[in-house]
C-alpha cells in the first residue's frame, strides 16, 4: 500500500501529508493484528473534513476542532469540535453530510457545546470481505 | 396554532412571499424532524436579526442528540438553510445542561 502514492496524485501539500501520515500512523498503531486495514479513501475523507473544519473554525473564538481516529470502535472514526457556538455555513454542512455517518451534539457544563461527526468504515477487512 | 403560525407571531413583523414559503417549509420539516429526536420537550422560535431569517428548534431535557446525516428531513433542511448552529443555552437558562438550540438561519429574501 503506498499512502505516499496516493497523495502525490493529489497534489497534496507539505501540511497535508504531515498530517495524512500522523493519521495513518495513529489508524495502524490501533488496528494492532485485527485483520483490518486502513480504508484508505475513508481516511483521506476524515483528513480533508477535519482540515476544512480547522480551517473555517479558526478564527471562530472559543471553537476547537480535534480529529480522533479509531475511537470509539475499530471501525469508526469522529472529529470533535467544541466550542460556544458552532455554526456549519451551507457548503460546509453539505460536506460535512456528504461523508460523515452520524452528528452527535452533547452541551458541556462549561457552557459549550461539542458537536462530534462520526465517520464509519474506517477500516476495511484485509481480504476484502467479512 | 401550528408551529408555522406561532413563528409568524414571534418574528412580529411582515415577510416576504419568498420568506414565509421558506418559514412553511421549514416549520414543516422541524416537526418532523424534532420528534424523531430523543428530547422531553421541544420548543420552537423564530426571528429576524443581522439579515437573517432564523428557525430555532429547542430542545428540553436531552442528554445528547445524534442525528443520521443520511436523514430524509435533516438533509432537506440544511438544503433549505444558508447555515446550522448549535448553542448551549446559558446556565441561568439550564443549569441541568441537559437543553440544546438548533438554528437553521438564511438571508432574507
Known amino acids: 500500500m503506498s499512502d505516499h502514492l496516493y497523495l502525490d496524485e493529489d497534489g497534496a501539500s507539505e501540511y497535508q501529508k504531515k498530517a495524512f501520515r500522523e ?4 489508524t495502524k498503531k490501533n488496528m494492532g493484528n485485527s485483520g483490518y486495514v486502513p480504508n484508505m479513501k475513508r481516511i483521506k475523507q476524515a483528513l480533508h473534513i477535519s482540515m476544512a473544519l480547522e480551517k473555517y473554525f479558526e478564527d471562530v473564538d472559543g471553537c476547537t476542532v480535534d480529529t480522533q481516529l479509531m475511537s470509539p470502535s475499530i471501525d469508526c472514526g469522529y472529529i470533535n469540535i467544541i ?11 453539505e460536506d460535512v453530510n456528504k461523508c460523515v455517518d452520524e452528528i452527535e451534539i ?3 457544563s462549561d457552557g459549550n457545546v461539542a458537536v ?7 477500516m476495511e477487512f484485509k481480504n476484502g470481505n467479512i | 396554532m401550528g408551529i408555522f403560525e406561532n413563528i409568524l407571531k414571534d ?7 419568498k420568506d414565509e414559503d421558506y418559514l412553511r417549509s421549514m416549520c414543516d420539516l422541524a416537526g418532523r ?6 428530547c422531553e420537550e421541544v420548543k420552537y422560535r423564530g426571528n429576524i436579526a443581522d439579515g437573517e431569517v432564523n428557525l430555532y428548534i429547542i430542545l428540553l431535557g436531552c442528554i445528547d442528540v445524534i442525528i443520521q446525516t443520511s436523514d430524509k428531513t435533516y ?18 437558562y439550564d ?6 438550540v438548533m438554528v437553521f438561519s438564511k438571508e432574507i429574501a
Open chain 2, 33 to 38: 424532524f424534532a420528534n424523531e429526536l430523543d
Open chain 1, 106 to 108: 452533547v452541551p458541556n
Open chain 1, 116 to 122: 462530534s461527526l462520526f465517520m464509519y468504515n474506517i
Open chain 1, 83 to 93: 466550542g460556544k457556538g458552532i455554526a456549519f455555513s451551507k457548503e460546509l454542512m
Open chain 2, 95 to 100: 443549569e441541568s445542561n441537559s437543553n440544546l
Open chain 1, 23 to 26: 493519521l495513518l500512523e495513529l
Open chain 2, 75 to 92: 438533509l432537506q433542511m440544511c438544503t433549505l438553510a444558508d447555515k446550522v448552529s448549535f448553542i448551549n443555552l446559558p446556565d441561568e
Open chain 2, 11 to 17: 418574528i412580529n413583523e411582515p415577510v416576504s412571499q
